[in-house]
């Protein structure tokens, strides 16, 4: 009498992973909004990019929301009073609502044509959106107990892939201009070669770590979870979109390129979900 099991559960559902998804797509679409002020070519892309990054904003904050127990309770992440500034969610949290904040002006300005104030602003919306996915990547980097997650350069690692699911989104926005075309094509070829570099110093200190970090390298590479990572993540997404883009070098082929960008996005997606997922599935074991 007396006995009874623990069952370890995830702290982090996919909700998370989906978050991260939308977040690094919608840092990367601020990213080529503000490159449209010095990249003429990338021009076109300006307000369809700041638009759909506000929409996304939008979804993942109401993610973020819905996780919580008490939904209103995400007011307190905005009250001074409750903030513990030494937490990277109070950090984050400020960024967030810094972003949309500047996000919306810039807007209002491109719609009353105010050139000098749109680029300030996309300057400054620019800069908030670069700290979206590294303090996401530094959120997963602190957990000392997490293998896989407590890397430094796990916040670097969400950069690139922001960068990629970015350009991979401008890509589709961009639809048949040649001109975005050609500079979308390197942004999204050297991106996602990164997010593989960085893939491959992550996957290595970790299969030869201590035995928590090798089982977690089991459980992300094997069985269903190797299928979404390695499969659809590593293989579909990094090395197929690298050779079609490769293949595509020098020559403008709207159909491979649309083909790679779509490759990427879900790619960045599985690589998003089995990082977050699979250290949590390792805990769930004991």
């Not at 290595?204 to 770590?209: R, V």
């Not at 090395?239 to 883009?245: D, E, I, T």
Request: aromatic fraction near 10%.
């Amino acid at each position: 009498m007396g006995e009874y099991v623990w069952f370890h559960d995830v702290s982090w559902h996919s909700a998370y992973a989906i978050y991260f998804f939308v977040v690094g797509i919608l840092a990367g679409l601020s990213f080529l909004s503000y490159g449209s002020w010095t990249q003429p070519a990338l021009r076109p892309l300006r307000e369809k990019a700041a638009y759909l990054s506000v929409v996304l904003l939008g979804v993942g904050g109401a993610l973020l929301i819905a996780d919580l127990s008490q939904p209103l309770r995400f007011l307190n992440t905005l009250n001074p009073m409750y903030m513990q500034f030494t937490s990277p969610l109070a950090w984050g949290a400020l960024n967030i609502a810094a972003f949309g904040a500047c996000s919306v002006l810039y807007i209002l300005a491109l719609r009353k044509g105010d050139e000098k104030k749109g680029r300030l602003l996309a300057t400054v919306t620019a800069l908030l959106a670069l700290g979206l996915p590294i303090y996401t990547g530094y959120d997963l980097s602190v957990h000392q107990s997490r293998p896989l997650w407590n890397t430094p350069v796990m916040p670097v690692l969400f950069v690139a892939l922001a960068v990629a699911s970015g350009s991979a989104a401008g890509a589709l926005l961009a639809g048949a201009n040649e001109a975005a075309q050609k500079i979308l094509r390197e942004y999204l070829l050297w991106s996602t070669a990164a997010v593989g570099v960085v893939l491959v110093g992550i996957l290595g200190t970790t299969n030869y770590g201590g035995a928590a970090e090798e089982l977690t390298f089991a459980i992300l590479t094997s069985g269903t979870m190797g299928l979404i990572f390695v499969g659809f993540g590593i293989v579909g997404g990094i090395a197929a979109p690298v050779g079609l883009l490769l293949l595509n070098r020098g020559k403008t082929n709207a159909a491979m390129l649309m083909l790679a960008a779509v490759l990427v996005l879900v790619g960045s997606a599985a690589l998003r979900y089995g990082i977050l997922m699979a250290p949590q599935q390792m805990q769930t074991l004991f």
